[in-house]
């Protein structure tokens, strides 16, 4: 698993093969402001600060230390139709999948 400023570093290979790389995060939108600046044009960040995103897509860490809401990370390829083709949802807070695992699913 990866920090998400790798798929960033790779988002050029993505949108070459017609995906983009979307992000959510528990924050608000100011909060996230200084992170999209970081990742560059290559991730568009997604604020959802009540986390019912998080909640859908199951991604909410079941036993988050400290105790509080807390989302884990995961990654969805999401097809033109909507449909969810694959998913990677990790254990612990800030891993990412290899980006080249990813770029292979897509291929």
């Known amino acids: 698993m990866r920090e998400l400023g790798e798929l960033a570093g790779v988002s050029a290979e993505f949108r070459k093969l017609g995906a983009r790389i979307y992000a959510i995060a528990h924050q608000d939108r100011e909060t996230l402001r200084e992170l999209q600046t970081d990742l560059g044009p290559g991730v568009t960040l997604l604020a959802d600060p009540e986390g019912k995103v998080i909640v859908a897509f199951g991604m909410l860490d079941p036993s988050p ?42 291929r």
Not at 67 to 94: C, K, Q, T, V
Request: net charge positive.
């Open 65 to 106: 230390f400290p105790p509080r809401p807390m989302a884990r990370a995961g990654i969805f390829l999401i097809n033109r139709d909507g449909l969810i083709e694959r998913r990677w949802l990790s254990d612990r807070y800030h891993e990412r999948p290899d980006p080249q695992e990813i770029l292979r699913a897509l």
